[in-house]
């Protein structure tokens, strides 16, 4: 049963390995608010998001990029809202990480 796993609390503030590890190979993370700043290049929270299977799908919110000025690398999906809610359909389960 693949799961939409939601982040959207900063890395810095809650650290993203909880949630890592319970990602299975089906699963998807989507990063919004201020867990887009894990994208930002050089950053240790970027770095861990490198680790993950190739088969984790990885997507961003696009309007909350913007505002915070983040180039998001080549592997993350830029979505807006009417994708977000397209993918919360797709996936089995949607857990939201508080």
Known sequence: MATLHLLSQSPYEHRLDSALRLLGPADAL???????????????????????????????????????????????????????VALCIRFDKVNSWL
């Open 30 to 84: 989507l990063l919004s608010g201020d867990a887009c700043h894990a994208l930002q290049a050089g950053s240790e929270p970027l770095a861990d998001l490198h680790q993950l299977p190739a088969g984790v799908g990885l997507f961003a919110l696009e309007e909350d990029l913007r505002a915070r000025g983040i180039e998001a690398p080549p592997r993350v999906t830029r979505v807006d809202y009417p994708a977000f």
